[in-house]
């Protein structure tokens, strides 16, 4: 009897201690339900994470899905929204795509740059730029039209964009053509001051000329960017004056060209127009359209005159240019002048000025007889 109580005991423990301790690979039959319940312990890859992954991508960089640049031994390089390169270099950028418009530095365009060449190819079109410089930094983007007969439009889901800096020890700021600029304070809207650096580590600040201080830039309501310059979010006439930058990156100081603030309050709307006439002869008679309005606002004109219909010849000139009205104060006088020579019968009538700008239109006629 003993031995068979000692018998027993020694198969429990041995159908027992293995759930105690380690798991043990079981051979039995699995019990109804079971599958349900193993795959917890499984380890499986993650599916979410890969999702959470994409989403978290920056935005900037999924819209430069087409715009790629041109490496050595026939690479190609996605472009971040940034890129430093040494002043210099030639850079080839490519965007895919049948039709394809690109934007650059307009000054490349003004001076009509040969350094700079576009060839639209079959699936893609390139753009090449030799031995950049300095004044070269700047966005560089391309984006595919979408053309039915002889009208096109962007197409927003296939862009690419990058700012390109261009870094030079000798040019800290992006050079620009003058040696003297105007910026104009609006208090409704944000106002830049242009001072853009080639090294996006340099140091910045800003300097009134006179009192001679230095701007503090206190990150809300006058902030830095490399990309634009100094932006002043509230623009006041307290901050109308000349100022310059000031610009340092392992070397000597170096300090931009000066900026002229001037305040500007006008109302908003449409256009302030009167319209006159005046004869230098008794048959040459002007008829002058006039608008007083923002400095950095444009006017456009649009003429209504009696010998419209029959062809009649007139000459009609365009032009601006800004007033001081002290204290900082500026203005800008648009005219549109509209000269009939040898003014006949048929010219006599109402002469109808329309001048528009973004907030609208004004019309304004007086009649012209002869004398």
């Known amino acids: 009897k003993r031995l068979y109580k000692l018998f027993l005991i020694s198969n429990i423990a041995f159908f027992i201690l293995p759930v105690i301790g380690q798991p043990a690979k079981s051979k039995r039959p699995k019990e109804p339900g079971e599958n349900k319940i193993k ?51 030639s850079i080839e950028l490519r965007c895919k795509g049948s039709n394809v418009t690109w934007n650059y530095p307009s000054y490349l365009d003004t001076f009509k740059d040969s350094r700079l060449s576009i060839k639209q190819l079959d699936r893609y079109s390139q753009l090449i730029l030799a031995n ?41 700021f992006v050079p620009t053509p ?27 600040t800003l300097h009134r000329e006179f009192p001679a201080e230095e701007i503090e830039t206190d990150g809300t309501d006058i902030i830095y960017d490399a990309k634009k310059g100094f932006v002043f979010q509230h623009p006041t006439s307290d901050h109308k004056g000349i100022v310059y930058c000031k610009a340092e990156s392992q070397g000597a100081p170096q300090i931009s060209i000066k900026y002229h603030l001037l305040y500007v ?20 008679v002007h008829v002058i359209c006039t608008v007083l309005g923002e400095p950095d606002v444009d006017v456009n004109f649009r003429w209504q005159y009696p010998g419209q219909e029959s062809g009649r010849p007139v ?28 003014f006949e019968d048929t010219d006599v009538g109402n002469y109808v000025c329309i001048a528009q700008n973004l907030q609208g239109e004004t019309t304004v006629a007086t009649k012209v007889e002869l004398k």
Not at 62 to 78: E, H, P, R, V, W
Not at 184 to 190: A, R, S
């Open 315 to 342: 000459i009609i000139q365009n032009f601006w240019r800004l007033i001081n009205r002290g204290i900082g104060h500026t203005t800008r006088i648009s005219k549109s002048v509209l000269l009939v020579e040898d």
């Open 39 to 89: 795959p917890v312990n499984k380890k499986v890859k993650p599916k979410n994470p890969k999702m959470k992954e994409r989403e978290s991508v920056d935005s900037s960089l999924k819209s430069q899905s087409i715009l790629t640049q041109m490496m050595d031994k026939g690479n190609f390089q996605k472009l971040a929204a940034t890129l430093s390169l040494a002043a210099g270099q």
């Open 132 to 172: 950049s410089t300095a004044a070269d930094t700047g966005e560089y983007s391309c984006w595919l039209q979408l053309c039915s007969g002889n009208k096109c439009r962007k197409d927003e889901t296939k862009t690419g964009s990058t700012y390109i800096f261009f870094t030079d020890k000798e040019e800290l």
């Open 178 to 204: 003058s040696y003297f600029e105007i910026v104009y304070l609006n208090p409704d809207k944000p106002a830049v001051i242009p001072c853009r650096v080639t090294t996006p580590s340099a140091k910045v």
């Open 265 to 284: 309050e006008v109302p908003k709307g449409p256009p302030s127009t009167t319209i006159a006439v005046s004869s230098s002869h008794s048959d040459r």
